[in-house]
Nanobody, 125 residues
Framework: VQLQASGGGLVQPGGSLRLSCVASGNNFRSYAIGWFRQAPGKEREGVSCVNTVDGSTYYADSVKGRFTISRDSAKNEVYLEMNNLKTEDTATYYC???????????????????WGQGTQVTVSS
């Protein structure tokens, strides 16, 4: 399984970015794709996740109302639309594939065994 994240960049506060994650070599029937981020000196945290079977989505409180996760099953792509970006959103963003079971497991990095290489998002004026 390979995951390729892209779409990061430099944006001013209040701006928008759209991240893309392409999964290849995946023959799993039921899995989740999650977006995580890690800022320097901080732990990796869950941002948003989607169950690819029933479409359930999950968001960190810090991004609710600003970020939207979506997927294109035909293309094996998952997107993260990020609006009204704040300086505290600055981080390296990773997409990951995993098999969380409980509702509280979806935003936990250790539930995901396959990771992409990360894409840098910098929010600065």
């Amino acid at each position: 399984v390979q995951l390729q994240a892209s779409g990061g960049g430099l944006v001013q506060p209040g701006g928008s970015l759209r991240l893309s994650c392409v999964a290849s070599g995946n023959n799993f029937r039921s899995y989740a794709i999650g977006w995580f981020r890690q800022a320097p000196g901080k732990e990796r945290e869950g941002v948003s996740c989607v169950n690819t079977v029933d479409g359930s989505t999950y968001y960190a409180d810090s991004v609710k109302g600003r970020f939207t996760i979506s997927r294109d099953s035909a293309k094996n792509e998952v997107y993260l639309e990020m609006n009204n970006l704040k300086t505290e959103d600055t981080a390296t963003y990773y997409c990951a594939l995993g098999f969380p079971i409980g509702l509280t497991d979806y935003m936990k990095a250790h539930e995901y065994g396959y990771w992409g290489q990360g894409t840098q998002v910098t929010v600065s004026s």
